[in-house]
């Protein structure tokens, strides 16, 4: 039953094609015999004339249209003096270094993505083509105008429009690929760039430069020493003399080369660290490894591993130092992986955030990872700016502590610190002075003990604890020092909250 439907709908399909055949066959035979002719014996291909024509669609992947034109012309020429080979595709392979001429493209592209083992369910083609193709597009309308204006299928032409070399190339080569690649093109992550050059300098660049020069000299003030330059190019305004030919000729065609990409994935979500012997980012002094890992190769490691991709960066929403644990929801980060083979699922990122969790150290531990849009770095960019930092803090003062301790500490409220930049990193930071605010604070007593607690607080990003807490020899002023009138200091930190108006929540 299900055979049969499926065997139904296929024949269907062949039919559709078939049609769609036939009415392209019939688009090519009502083109005016005369203007093809003359094009043929021009030198212009038989893609370039659906072009010029305004045809679009599967006719520039249907071979008996194309030689059905072709057979039009008594003589061949090899190559096209409007697209110098692209639509013809012939070019100079620059992988091989070889001249190839009349390639099964399709077939040749098809192959080289399929040994890349990309995974993909849609693709999209990206031209890029060299400017002198432009100006042969332009001469040869003109030429056209002058030619042919006077007859309707040129007026009706008029409105459609022609063809650029781009497109026709994409209509060339997209219907024959989603048959290879098994798949519909579309604008999606898996792209292939196919990139055309010409070793010949473009008549076009040179005017284009030749009125720049005019523009310049007219500002100067010398006016009127030369006459209007025309810089219209539409067929509408055009009012060039279009009798003669235009074209550049060029009896070499156009360097080729092409790869396939895929456009980065965005990974985001918040880590936690445990460890106070971690590095947030890969850090190496005099070829030393400072701590015994970090979050950055850790998490990045793993998630490039899984998608198989070239390389990734670590993007994070702040700092803490090596010494200092990330601890509550976690800190918000960014994975760009770039030229990933895999395309990660739902159910694979599942895993992938397993697997570091699983991980035997313990060192470092995610939390909600997920694929994020571009935007995510914008985003998180923006939540930082306005965060607030939970911190919990072992400090040792040099006297007991006192019952009036807790309510003193805990009785301010938005207090204004001024920072200058701590002597531990006057090496790398210019140095400044800080206004910072301290939301809130509080004292956690550690039973059995005087001259230990825990201080709690929350505060602006950017604000430097351990110099709040010990004082920094007077550059960060009040501090927990001289607050409390004794020394402090600090033995651990943590980050206990990072409060951010964010997707990463
Ligand atoms: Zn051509």
Known sequence: MEEQKKEESLKHLGEEEEEEEESVSESVRDLPSDAVKELLSEGVCARCIFRLFGLQGRVYASPPSISFLSSLSATTHQLCTLCFGILQFTYYSDDTQTLLQNQNLPLLIADTVKRHAYQFHTFSLEVSIPPIILNNDNSLRSYMKTKFGSQSWFQENLHTGCISTKDALKFSLIYPLEDLLECKSSMGNFRIRLTYTHTKASKG????????????????????????????????????????????????????????YRTPFYFGGRYLKYSRNVSQTCWIIDDERMGEASVEEIIGGNILQACQGDGFKFHAAGREDIDVRMLGPGRPFLVEVQNARHIPSELFVKDVEKKINNMENKLVRVKNLKLVGSEGWDLMREGEAEKQKQYAALVWISRPLKDEDFQCISSHKDLKVLQRTPIRVLHRRSPLEREKIIHWMKIEAIAGSSQYFLLHLCTQAGTYIKEFVHGDLGRTYPSIGSILGCRAEILQLDVTDIKMECFLT
Do not use: M, W, Y
């Open 205 to 260: 660049d040179q005017n284009r430069s030749d009125s720049a020069e005019t523009c310049k000299r007219r500002k100067i003030g010398e006016s009127n020493l030369v006459g209007e330059i025309p810089i219209s190019n539409s067929l509408e305004n055009d009012s060039s003399d279009g009798c003669e030919f235009l074209l550049e000729k060029a009896n070499e065609p156009c360097h080729f080369t092409f790869f396939c």
